[in-house]
C-alpha cells in the first residue's frame, strides 16, 4: 500500500463521502473545498490537482474504492455494495452522555483508592495524600479549568467524601512536576484497560503529537537569522478496536522512533489482554516489531516499505517469519489490508482525547507536560469504561476493590 492509498485509506476511515449522480463528492484533507470522483467500472477520474497532473489514481480514488467494495460476478459484471455501516444504541449511548459525569467521579475515586501512600522520610510537614493529588489532577483535567478555577469543585468534591482534603492548586502543580507520578499514573492506565480485557483481543499502534507552550531556539548561521520551533508532546498509544481503550502509553518530550516503541506497548499490553493481532502503519515497520507480537501470541499487520525484501543479505540472516509477512503482504494483499484496516481505529482514538481534553497541555516543564498527557489519557480510559458500562453491560472492578473483597472473604 503506497501513500496515496494509506491516507485514501484514513479519508474512508474518518470523513463521510456523498454520493451524487455524477459521483462521489470527497471532502479536500485540508478543508478547503470538495473533489468529485466520477467511477464508471475500471475508469476513474478526479477534479483534484494531483490526478489532473499524474492521471492517475490519486488518494480521493483510493478513498471512493475502499467505501465502495467491488465484486465481480460470475457473468463478468461488476456491482457495487457500500462497506457495512452500524447503528447507534442511542438508548445506551443517551445513558452514558447523561450520567457520565457522576460515573466519572465515582469510578475516580474507587481508581484512587488502591494508591499506595509512600511512607513519609524524615520530619516537616504532613505531606499530602497521593490518592488525593491524583484525583484533584485528573478531575480537573475532566472539566477542562485551571487548577484555581477549579478549587471549588474540590470542594465538593470534599464535601461528597471522593477525598480527605481539597489540595490547592500550587501543591498540584508541584506534584505534576514529579517524575515519581509517571509510573503511577501508567499504572492506573493499565487498571482502567483491565475490565475490558474480554472484549480486545485486536488493537492498533500509532503516535499522536500534544503541542506545548514551549519553544525551541537557535540561530541559523546560513541564513543569518533567529528561528525557533514549538516542542511537542510525541505519544504513543495501543488501543483495542472495538472499545478504544487505550491499553499502553508511552509519551516522549524528544522526537522518538515509532519502530523502537512498539515492542513495550505490545509487551505493556499483554500482560493483561489476549493479543491476537496487532496493526499499524509503516513507520513501524521492522523485525523486531514483527517478532515482538509474535512472542506474545499475535500476528501483526504492518505494511511493508519498499527497500524491504524477504531475503537475507550481508547485514541480516534469514529470518522465517519475517519471510513469511513479506510474502504474504505482496501476494495476498487484499487478505492484509483486511486485516490492516483495523489500524484506522487508533486515530479515532487520539480525535476521541484530543476533542474532548484538548491537543495541547498548559504545563511548562518536561516532566510536567508528559503527566498532562497521562492525565488525558486516564480521562478517556474512565470516560470508555462510563460507555461500556451501559453498552456492554459490564461493572468495572479495580485491583484494589478486589484486594478488599479477597480479605472480606478471608
Known sequence: MDARQERGLQIAATVKLTKTDKGY?????????????????????????????RREPCKHIYAVEFVIQREENPDGSVTYTKRVTYTQQWTAYNQAQTHEGE????????????????????????????????????????????????????VEAKVDGCVSKAVSYNSGFDYLENPALTPILKALIADTAEPLKAAETDFAADSTGFGTTTYDRWF?????????????????????????????VEATITQSSDVRQLPYLV???????????????????????????????????????????????????????????????????????????????????FSMVKAKFGGSVRAKTPTAQINEVLLKILCHNIVVLIASIYELGIEPIFRAEQAVARQEVA
Open 220 to 248: 541559523d548561521q546560513k541564513w543569518g537569522k533567529a528561528r525557533s520551533e514549538a516542542r511537542f508532546i510525541k505519544t504513543h498509544i495501543m488501543t483495542g478496536v472495538k472499545t478504544n481503550i487505550i491499553t499502553a
Open 25 to 53: 463528492l470527497v471532502p479536500s484533507q485540508t478543508g478547503k473545498g470538495l473533489y468529485l470522483v466520477n467511477k464508471n467500472g475500471q475508469d476513474a477520474l478526479c477534479t483534484c490537482p494531483d490526478f489532473e497532473a
Open 267 to 349: 509487551t505493556e499490553t499483554a500482560k493483561q489482554f489476549t493479543v491476537k493481532e496487532v496493526s499499524a502503519d509503516k513507520g513501524y515497520s521492522g523485525r523486531s516489531s514483527y517478532h515482538a507480537v509474535d512472542v506474545v501470541g499475535g500476528v501483526a499487520y504492518i505494511p511493508f516499505l519498499k527497500q524491504s525484501t524477504g531475503m537475507p543479505n550481508a547485514r541480516r540472516k534469514f529470518d522465517p517469519l519475517w519471510n513469511k509477512m513479506h510474502a504474504y503482504y505482496h501476494f495476498q494483499r487484499a487478505d492484509f489490508e483486511a486485516h490492516y484496516h483495523k489500524r484506522s481505529n487508533v486515530e479515532s482514538t
Open 103 to 154: 460515573q466519572f467521579e465515582r469510578l475516580l475515586r474507587a481508581l484512587c483508592g488502591g494508591i499506595q501512600q509512600p511512607e513519609q522520610e524524615g520530619r516537616g510537614r504532613r505531606r499530602h495524600l497521593v490518592a488525593d493529588v491524583v484525583f484533584a489532577l485528573a478531575a480537573r483535567t475532566y472539566a477542562m479549568k485551571s487548577g484555581r478555577r477549579f478549587m471549588s469543585g474540590l
